[in-house]
Structure formats: C-alpha cells, structure tokens
C-alpha cells in the first residue's frame, strides 16, 4: 500500500511539473488570438520569460515585434522559394529563427503607438484588432503586398516619404528599410549594432535648436508630431536599454536560447556553428557556465496552434 501511495505521489508531481512547464507563456505573458494566428506569440513570451527570470517585468510591444516579422517575410524563407509560414512547417521556423535574429541585435522596446489609435482590452497590449488585420497580409497573408500596402503601413508606423535617398523607392517604405539598412549576413552582430546605432541618432536627433530654431536634417526620415510619436518613443527605450550599454553577447546569446526554447525550436551544436543563436564575432567559448545548452525541442510545451487556413502559400 505505502509503494502504491508512493507511485501516486511520483506520478502526481510529475504531472505537476509538466503543467507549470505548459504555463510557459502565461505566467506573465500578455496575449491574445491576433497574435497567436501569426506565429509571434512564443517570441513576445520568450521575451517576457527571459526578462521574468531577473526578475524584471517586460511585456515587449507587439507592433515592434510584428515590424520585425515583416521585414522578414520579405525574403524567401526556404530553398524552394517558399515564403508562406502558416502551412510550411520548415518555413515557419525559418521565420522565427529570422525573428529572433533580429531581437539580438536591435532589442525590444514595451510600448509602440501610432496616432488614431482605437481603444484596446489589456491583452491586446499595444495593438487593435484592426492593427493587427493590416500586419496580417504581411505576415501571413498569401499574396505579395503591393509597394502601396507597404508604404501605407510605414507611414502609419511613423515613418515618412524621404527624397533624398539614392535609388529604390522613396516612400515611407523607403524610410523603414532605411532604419534596418545595416542588416546583412556578412557583418557581424558589433557591426550591425553600430550601423543601427547611428540610425537611432539620427531618427531621435531633436527637431529643434536650444534657440528653438528649426533644425535642418541631413537625414530625416520619421514623421514630426504626433504622427511619428509612437515610433519615436520605442526607438528612445531601444536606445536607452540596449545601446548605452550594450547587451554581452554571453547575455544575448542567452536571451535566444530562451525564446528559442519558447518557440520549441532546435538548436544546432555551437562548436560545429550550426547554432543560430550564434552570430557572427561573438566571443562565446564552449562549456562557458554562461551558455545555455543547445535545447533539443523535445519540450513538453507546445507552441500556439497553427491556423487552420486553406489555398497556396506566397511562392
């Protein structure tokens, strides 16, 4: 009887264990179906959990999370041109992996407005139902958005029509790629960071002088008043939290194998530098007790559920 009792109590606290392990992304983390349906939701809880375990409070903004997400639904996320992520397992995990990329180098921020926003439940964070029906066709839509979708939304974001950039569009558009310009696979994460760096000075240079003269920009690509305040302030968190001083890549390193384990994705050997957590010029050394493993994502957590959608992907 005492042995009968005894397996009960084992199996009772293993199932304990699993169910708190399930919590992952609702100890503190603020969601909603919106942000579920475009695959985001492991990410802005990774996030949030990573944050938790310093025992520090974070909800990231979920619009600067979804810029982040079309931006890299730009690019073609598998071998075979396949771009859809809510049918495409492979592509799918491509686009988080991408995601997460971008969090190391350019941070979160907690909060993004834009002007004429609607009013919005807690759990909706910093975005409407209606907001995120416009990021949808970005992130998950099925049809390539035309350059007038792309440049309604960047103008929405705060981003502004700029002439006096060489070549391409010159469309608000224009101005958002131009944040992200210093994004590319050569560089490494130092070298990202200070091309984004100078970015954020320009776009947070005062509009006015001491005198209250108006400034003249060499760049000037955000939107002035309250059209660009939203994008403006998230900017200014970024810079203050990540760019004063900057994160460690050891710190960094760790951040992504975090919402890495959140989004159940595996992890290659960092040794054979196959882990993407890993970018370019980190000093990480192996067995480093700062370094997390590699996570198998054999995770007793499940991610949010896919969509049930039909038709064909974006090829």
């Known amino acids: 009887m005492k042995r009968f009792l005894s397996v009960l109590t084992t199996a009772a606290m293993v199932l304990s264990s699993a169910s708190a392990l399930a919590e992952y992304d609702k100890f503190n983390c603020v969601t909603n179906p919106s942000l579920q349906l475009s695959s985001l939701e492991c990410v802005t809880c990774g996030i949030s959990k990573y944050y938790a375990d310093q025992g520090i409070e974070l909800n990231p903004s979920h619009r600067w999370i979804a810029l982040l997400g079309l931006l890299v639904r730009e690019n073609k996320l598998t071998e075979d041109g396949g771009r859809g992520i809510v049918r495409d397992s492979d592509a799918k995990e491509v686009f988080l992996k991408e995601v997460i990329k971008r969090v190391q180098v350019y941070g979160v921020c907690s909060e993004f407005t834009v002007s004429d926003m609607g009013s919005r439940s807690k759990n909706m964070h910093d975005m409407t139902a209606q907001d995120w029906k416009e990021f949808s066709m970005f992130i998950t839509g099925d ?65 006015y002088t001491v005198a209250g003269e108006k400034k003249e920009k060499a760049i000037d690509f955000v939107r002035s008043g309250d059209e660009g305040m939203g994008l403006k302030r998230c900017l200014s968190e970024i810079r203050d939290k990540y760019f004063k001083k900057q994160m460690s890549d050891q710190e960094t390193y760790k951040m992504c194998g975090v919402i890495a ?16 957590c890993a970018h370019i010029g980190m000093g990480l050394r192996r067995a480093s007790p700062n370094q997390p493993p590699p996570f198998g994502g054999s995770s007793p957590r499940q991610p949010p559920p896919r969509p049930a959608t039909s038709g064909k992907g974006i090829n």
């Not at 006096?164 to 131009?178: E, M, Q, R």
């Not at 384990?261 to 993407?276: E, H, M, P, T, Y």
């Open 261 to 276: 384990d959140s989004c159940n994705i595996k992890r290659g050997s960092l040794d054979q530098k196959a882990d993407f």
């Open 143 to 207: 049809k390539v958005p035309s350059e007038d979708s792309y440049d309604a939304l960047a103008k929405k974001l705060g981003f502004k029509s700029n002439y006096g950039f060489w070549g391409g569009g010159n469309g608000p558009k224009a101005s958002l790629d131009y944040l992200f310009q210093g994004h590319l696979e050569e560089l490494t994460l130092d070298e990202k960071r200070a091309f984004f760096k100078e970015k954020l000075n320009q776009a947070l240079e005062p509009e």
